[in-house]
Structure formats: structure tokens, C-alpha cells
């Protein structure tokens, strides 16, 4: 079955810097990539989603690219800002269950 | 419109009992998959629900049975409970069969086994 390793598991910015978190995935017949953030406490809430006829796909501070022969897609997150405090998860899908990867912690850095 | 609700928000158990957590999908939603959350991990997907019947499942044992209602609410028992089946319980709701957009999850049931 689908497997997806994300990378880093923790990650420390200062604020106004950019953020970078790597994915991988195992079943080439993926074509659905969620990025999930979860507050502390907190319910996952979608935040981008990338499909496997695009490489690139931006919303005001973030954007994911998606590079499907190297089975790989990465979240930025430019100018970062305290709130962007949290877990993120990527996942990925062929179209039935949703795999997510383990998370990364995000601090933003004062 | 109200999002996924689940209850109840938190349980304690002992070993080797069983519990029911219930999951109510968002409204227009008819599909319903059920994740375990252990502590700094991600959502394991347990199984899904659409049209009553179980569509998919994830590599968990048969402890772990699952329903779903023709109102489309659902409902995750978990038998003989161990140690190790502590961690928070998600509910998350779609339309339709094949999840090729947005999940919307619930605020989860926190299950404490000691």
C-alpha cells in the first residue's frame, strides 16, 4: 500500500523567514496531494492541495510543487508569521483512502 | 452548517474492555473514514464507510469494526482493548466514494487505556 516519509520531523524558523517541508510517497498511482495543518488541540484543516496534472500550485504564502518521476512534493511557506505554528501533514491519495505522513513541527522563531 | 462532531471528546478504559465512538459527518456528506492518532504521529487510517458498507481498510486488526448509519453517521468499536490503543480518534467526512478532495475532520475522541 501507499506509504508517504516526510521530512524534517521538526523545524525552527525565525519569523519572516521561509519554511520548506519535503514528502515522499511510494504508490506512482497517486494524484491527490493534501497538506494538512493541525493546530494544538486542534482538528487537521486542509491548507493546499496539489493534483498529479500540475506541478505547482500557490495561495498567497504557500505553494506546493509536486514532482511525480521522482514520487516527491515539498510545502513552502514564505514570510512566515506566528501563527504559522503548528503540525503539518502532507498525505496523498489514488482517488479512495487518504495516507498521511507522520508531521512536521513547525516553530516559528521570535 | 455543522461540521463533523464526535463523541465522546474523551473516554478512559481498562484493558481488555470495549468502547463505541460515534461520528456524525458533516451535512450533504455521505462517506465517513475513521483515523488513530497517537501522540506526536500522524493520522493512521483505520477504514471508511460509504453506503453502509466498509470500502476501504488500513492495516489494523479485527478488533476494530466499524458501522454506518443510512443517516450516514457512523460508529468505530474497538474490542479487548490494549495499552497500546490509546491515542486520539478522528472522524473525517467526504462526498463520495474516491477522496479526490477535501476530508473534513472532527475534533476527535481522546481514549485513554489503562
Known amino acids: 500500500g501507499e506509504n508517504v516519509e516526510q521530512h524534517p520531523s521538526t523545524l525552527s524558523v525565525q519569523e519572516g523567514d521561509s519554511a520548506v517541508i519535503k514528502c515522499t510517497y511510494s504508490?506512482?498511482?497517486?494524484?491527490?496531494f493534501p497538506w494538512y495543518k493541525q493546530e494544538l488541540g486542534k482538528r487537521p484543516q486542509l491548507i493546499i492541495d496539489?493534483?498529479?496534472?500540475?506541478g505547482e500550485k500557490k495561495d498567497q504564502r504557500i505553494a506546493v510543487t509536486l514532482n511525480k518521476t521522482a514520487k516527491h512534493f515539498s510545502l513552502h511557506i514564505t514570510e512566515t508569521q506566528p501563527e504559522d505554528s503548528a503540525v503539518y501533514f502532507c498525505?496523498?491519495?489514488?482517488?479512495?483512502?487518504?495516507?498521511f505522513g507522520k508531521g512536521t513541527r513547525l516553530h516559528i522563531l521570535p | 452548517d455543522a461540521g463533523v462532531t464526535q463523541s465522546p471528546t474523551h473516554l478512559i478504559k481498562t484493558r481488555g474492555q470495549q468502547v463505541t465512538l460515534r461520528c456524525s459527518p458533516k451535512?450533504?456528506?455521505?462517506?465517513v473514514s475513521w483515523y488513530q492518532q497517537a501522540l506526536g504521529q500522524g493520522p493512521q487510517f483505520i477504514f471508511q464507510?460509504?453506503?453502509?458498507?466498509?470500502?476501504q481498510r488500513g492495516n489494523f486488526p479485527d478488533r476494530f469494526s466499524g458501522h454506518q448509519f443510512p443517516n450516514y453517521s457512523s460508529e468505530l468499536n474497538v474490542n479487548a482493548l490494549l495499552l497500546g490503543d490509546s491515542a486520539l480518534y478522528l472522524c473525517a467526512s467526504n462526498l463520495g466514494t474516491g477522496v479526490t478532495g477535501e476530508l473534513f475532520f472532527g475534533e476527535g475522541s481522546r481514549l485513554t487505556v489503562l
Open positions: 451535512s450533504g456528506h455521505d462517506t
Open positions: 464507510y460509504y453506503e453502509e458498507e466498509e470500502r
Open positions: 496539489i493534483r498529479s496534472n500540475v
Open positions: 504508490d506512482s498511482a497517486s494524484n491527490y
Open positions: 498525505a496523498a491519495s489514488k482517488g479512495d483512502k487518504i495516507i
